[in-house]
């Protein structure tokens, strides 16, 4: 995580850096004019930029760590989506549970995907010199969710697991099994990636927190479903190498 006088010091820059905005929103709308909230649904948010403020010698390490990072869990957040997408779109698929799982999984890792990418886009910035021997790099922008009107879809709750008497079909099965192989993979990349000394990406940190939150209770809820399946679940095998984005994790091993 980076240092005190590190977060200190990106705060003074990210203070400077926000300065000229700050003017032109005093002079567009006044110190204290009146709050409309017509005029404030419709105005733009602004993404804003997150800076990591690190020693010049451990840039290289730092970059190394974030690039490998999105290289991994990139491609398999888009391994997730098409196996929840074949799974809607496959007849046989029978639990309400698991379609309500795959469609929030569709919408927020969709919109993670998002955030990877410009996360991607920021590492090809070189680190920029500031003074005794420190570095700024850009390392995410925040924002992003309000200015693509991206709301999280909430999954379903290790209640749902239950399924309220509705049917499971083997597809149902086979989906549950696949993803949860899927999300364990993530969990584990996640973890290797925060536990890293030379990852210090707050972005991507807190990327990882809310990766971990998710997919551990979606995992909860898939093992329920298989466990209410009325056949023998352990009939219905699956290969991990086949799932989508599972290929790419061999190499990322050290992410999983």
Do not use: C
């Amino acid at each position: 995580m980076p240092r005190p006088h590190h977060r200190t010091a990106a705060l003074l820059v990210g203070l400077l850096l926000l300065m000229p905005a700050l003017a032109t929103a005093q002079q567009a709308g006044g110190v204290g004019r009146t709050y409309d909230p017509e005029q404030e649904a419709q105005a733009a948010p602004v993404p804003t930029t997150w800076w990591d403020i690190l020693p010049r010698e451990a840039a290289a390490a730092a970059i190394a760590a974030d690039r490998d990072y999105v290289e991994g869990m990139r491609p398999h957040h888009a391994g997730a989506l098409t196996l929840a997408r074949d799974y809607l779109a496959d007849p046989d698929a029978a639990s309400p549970v698991l379609k309500h799982l795959a469609q929030a999984i569709i919408t927020n890792q969709g919109f993670e995907i998002l955030l990877l990418d410009t996360v991607a886009e920021q590492l090809r910035h070189p680190p920029t010199d500031l003074f005794a021997g420190l570095v700024i790099r850009p390392v995410g922008v925040e924002g992003l969710g309000p200015y693509n009107h991206h709301m999280h879809a909430p999954a379903p709750g290790p209640l749902a697991a239950l399924n309220g008497g509705a049917p499971i079909s083997a597809r149902d099965v086979r989906f549950a099994k696949e993803m949860s192989v899927h999300h364990q993979a993530a969990v584990r990349m996640a973890r290797a990636y925060n536990d890293q000394p030379e990852a210090r990406n707050d972005f991507l940190r807190l990327l990882n927190v809310n990766i971990l939150r998710d997919q551990k209770q979606e995992i909860a809820v898939m093992r329920g479903v298989i466990d209410a399946y009325p056949g023998d679940a352990s009939a219905i095998t699956i290969d991990p190498d086949r799932i989508p984005g599972m290929q790419h994790m061999q190499r990322h091993a050290s992410h999983g």
